[in-house]
Nanobody, 116 residues
Framework: QVLLVESGGGLVQAGGSLRLSCAASGSLITFRSMGWYRQAPGKQRELVASITRGGYSNYSDSVKGRFTISRDSTWNTAALQMNSLKPEDTAVYYC??????????WGKGTLVTVSS
């Protein structure tokens, strides 16, 4: 069993920054990638950023140049640095970890609210 716990969400003004963290614990599973997704009210969950074990990172067009994903060397923690936040970034942000067998694990989410 894998447990992912997000932290770092909150309320910030437009133009501000937040840093989200995701801590993984439980079974010793090797993840192929870790990532962050978000879901705004009335919208589908969408990929924000991901990083593979080989170090390749991928970002949605809407956050490129503003957000940075990182992880520690043990793959127990992943972070999302969010700068120049916009009201449209308001959403619940979910941490994701994917195994080599394409099994997904999810955190419960952390709310990010960006006021204009």
């Amino acid at each position: 069993q894998v447990l992912l716990v997000e932290s770092g969400g909150g309320l910030v003004q437009a133009g501000g920054s937040l840093r989200l963290s995701c801590a993984a614990s439980g079974s010793l599973i090797t993840f192929r990638s870790m990532g962050w997704y978000r879901q705004a009210p009335g919208k589908q969950r969408e990929l924000v950023a991901s990083i593979t074990r080989g170090g390749y990172s991928n970002y949605s067009d809407s956050v490129k140049g503003r957000f940075t994903i990182s992880r520690d060397s043990t793959w127990n923690t992943a972070a999302l640095q969010m700068n120049s936040l916009k009201p449209e970034d308001t959403a619940v942000y979910y941490c994701n970890a994917r195994t080599w067998g394409n099994m997904d694990y999810w955190g419960k989410g952390t709310l990010v609210t960006v006021s204009s």
